[in-house]
Every structure is written in C-alpha cells, then in structure tokens.
C-alpha cells in the first residue's frame, strides 16, 4: 500500500504570499493533478509532460473567465518551477 501523494509537500519549496493564496495554489494544484490523474492515469506531477499541463489549460479552463485562467496560469507556472522544467505556455485568449 502506498501513500497518496502530498501535493502540499510537492509545492513547499515555492510556495510564497498569505495563506489565501498558498490554499487556492494547492487548491488549483490538486484539481490538476485530478484531472490528470484521470485523463492519463498520471498520479504525480513528476510523470507530467508539458502536453498534460497544455491540454488541461486547453480543456478544463476553456470558457472559464480570465481571472480564473490567470489564477490556474500561476499555480502551473509554480509547478512548472517545481518540477525544474523551462515549459512556456501561452495562454492568451483568443478573441
């Protein structure tokens, strides 16, 4: 039997600001980690490729007002930065 994993202890090192913003952050990490996990069976974001991240920005966020996609923007780009990787999004609605 193995442990869930601990998204909170994955996003220590990077996670900074007041405790609102350190919640939505691990909030927002944990329903993309979901959504992933469930699209691709990928329980930890150490098995992400820069595709599951685009695709979640692509299908979850779709028809999600703009603030909501910025918000999702910082926590990916705190993953992002976890995860040690030069991945670039960009996100920009299209009108």
């Given amino acids: 039997m193995s442990k869930p ?3 909170e ?6 996670l900074t ?8 952050h691990l909030r927002q ?3 993309i980690q979901a959504e992933i996990a469930e699209r691709w ?3 930890t974001p150490w098995g ?5 991240i685009v695709w979640f920005i692509k299908h979850h966020l ?3 007002s703009g603030a909501t996609r910025y918000y999702y923007l910082l926590t990916v780009q705190l993953l992002v930065r976890r995860l040690e990787r030069s991945w670039v999004f960009n996100c920009q609605k299209r009108i």
């Avoid at 600001?17 to 939505?24: F, I, K, L, P, V």
């Avoid at 992400?48 to 599951?52: F, Y």
């Fill in 29 to 31: 990490a944990r329903i």
């Fill in 41 to 43: 069976q990928r329980e």
């Fill in 17 to 24: 600001g007041s405790h609102a913003t350190r919640q939505r």
């Fill in 9 to 14: 202890l994955f996003l220590a090192g990077v």
């Fill in 62 to 64: 779709a028809g999600r």
């Fill in 48 to 52: 992400w490729q820069r595709k599951h």
């Fill in 5 to 7: 994993f601990d998204m």
